[in-house]
Nanobody, 116 residues
Framework: QVQLVESGGGLVQAGGSLRVSCATSGTISQINIWGWYRQAPGKQRELVATMTTGGSTDYADPVKGRFTISRDNAKNTVDLQMNSLKPEDTAVYYC??????????WGQGTQVTVSS
């Protein structure tokens, strides 16, 4: 089992920055891919960024150049640094972990609101 707990969400003005963090625990040695997703009101959950345990990253086009995913192995966290935030970035942000054998684990989400 893997446990994921997000934190760091909040309200920020457009153009500002915010860092959300995902505390990870449990059998994290089984994790192959870490990811951040988001879901805006009335919309489907969408991919924001992923990182493999080998360090390869991938980003959705709307956030490329503005968001950075990283993992702190000492603190057992997966972070998402968000810069140049836009109102359309407003959503609940979820942390996801995928094991080598394809099982997904999700956190409970953290709200990010960007005011114009």
């Amino acid at each position: 089992q893997v446990q994921l707990v997000e934190s760091g969400g909040g309200l920020v003005q457009a153009g500002g920055s915010l860092r959300v963090s995902c505390a990870t625990s449990g059998t994290i040695s089984q994790i192959n891919i870490w990811g951040w997703y988001r879901q805006a009101p009335g919309k489907q959950r969408e991919l924001v960024a992923t990182m493999t345990t080998g360090g390869s990253t991938d980003y959705a086009d709307p956030v490329k150049g503005r968001f950075t995913i990283s993992r702190d192995n000492a603190k057992n966290t997966v972070d998402l640094q968000m810069n140049s935030l836009k109102p359309e970035d407003t959503a609940v942000y979820y942390c996801k972990a995928t094991t080598w054998y394809g099982t997904d684990y999700w956190g409970q989400g953290t709200q990010v609101t960007v005011s114009s």
